[in-house]
C-alpha cells in the first residue's frame, strides 16, 4: 500500500470504530418532538434550541430535515414552526446548515419564513464544510423507535438532576425534564411599573424549589402571552423545598 494512504486509513478506520455519544435528556426532548409532535411542539422545540444556543449536531441535523420536508406548507402554525427552526439553525452559527437556509431563502412558501432564513443565513459565515443534505436523517425511523421521554400526560416520569436545565428553556420543558417542584412562589419584578415596557416581559417571576438540589427562576415573556424561560438556575444541596 502506498505510506502516503496509510495515516488517512488509519483515522478513517479509527473515526468509525468509536460508539457514538449518548444525547443529553434535553437533547432527547428535541428529537422526540421534533419527529412526534405537531406544529405547536416542532415550534417549542426549535424556540428552546434557539433559547439556549443548542450545538449537538444530532439534534441540529434533525432540526435541518423538519425544515427541509416542512418548509414550503403555508399554515400559520407551520410557518412559525419553521421560522422558529431557521432562527435556531441560524443562531447554532454552524455553517454545515448554510444550503439548508439558502434552500429555503430561495423557496420558501411564505414571507415571513423566508425573512427569517434570510437574517439566518447570514449568521453563518462562508466557512468551507460539509453541507447537511435532506435524507440524512430519517424521522420515520426516529417515530417508529422508543420515545425519549417518557411522559405521563404533560409530565415526565424519568426525573433528571437540576443539572440539566439550562436558562432559555420554557417551564413546560423543565417540568418534562426535572419534574413538578416540590413548591413554586411568584413575585412581581420592578419592571412593573416601568411606564415603556410596553412587552411586559419580565414583570413577573416564579421560583421552582426542588427540595435537595435547588431552584429554577423563570421569567414571563411577555404580556401577550403564557410563556415562561429560565433566566437562572441556582443548585444548593440544602434546599428546604419551601418559601
Same mark, same amino acid.
Given at each position: 500500500m502506498n505510506k502516503l494512504f496509510r495515516v488517512p486509513l488509519l483515522m478513517l478506520a479509527l473515526l468509525f470504530s468509536l460508539p457514538s455519544y449518548a444525547l443529553s435528556p434535553a437533547g432527547e426532548r428535541y428529537i422526540d418532538l421534533l419527529t412526534n409532535g405537531g406544529p405547536v411542539s416542532i415550534r417549542n422545540a426549535a424556540k428552546s434550541i434557539y433559547n439556549t444556543g443548542e450545538k449537538d449536531q444530532q439534534v441540529l441535523d434533525t432540526l435541518a430535515e423538519v425544515l427541509l420536508q416542512n418548509y414550503q406548507q403555508t399554515g400559520r402554525d407551520q410557518v412559525d414552526a419553521m421560522a422558529w427552526a431557521s432562527r435556531a439553525l441560524g443562531n447554532s452559527g454552524n455553517a454545515r446548515y448554510r444550503d439548508t437556509l439558502k434552500e429555503v431563502t430561495?423557496? %420558501?412558501?411564505?414571507?415571513k419564513l423566508k425573512k427569517h432564513a434570510r437574517r439566518s443565513l447570514g449568521q453563518l459565515g462562508n466557512d468551507t464544510v460539509a453541507q447537511y443534505t435532506k435524507g440524512a436523517?430519517?424521522?420515520?425511523?426516529?417515530?417508529e423507535g422508543k420515545p425519549a421521554v417518557a411522559t405521563t400526560g404533560s409530565?415526565?416520569?424519568m426525573r433528571q438532576p437540576l443539572t440539566v436545565v439550562k436558562k432559555g428553556m420554557g417551564m413546560d420543558e423543565v417540568y418534562d425534564l426535572v419534574g413538578e417542584p416540590t413548591a413554586t412562589t411568584t413575585r412581581q419584578t420592578g419592571k412593573q411599573w416601568i411606564p415603556f415596557n410596553f412587552? %411586559?416581559?419580565?414583570?413577573?417571576?416564579?421560583i421552582a424549589l426542588y427540595k435537595g438540589q435547588g431552584r429554577v427562576v423563570f421569567a414571563n415573556e411577555s404580556n401577550f402571552s403564557s410563556g415562561w424561560q429560565v433566566i437562572e438556575i441556582r443548585l444548593n444541596e440544602k434546599e428546604s423545598g419551601y418559601p
Open positions: 430561495e423557496n %420558501g412558501g411564505h414571507r436523517v430519517s424521522l420515520t425511523s426516529a417515530q409530565k415526565n416520569t412587552k %411586559g416581559a419580565d414583570n413577573v417571576r416564579t
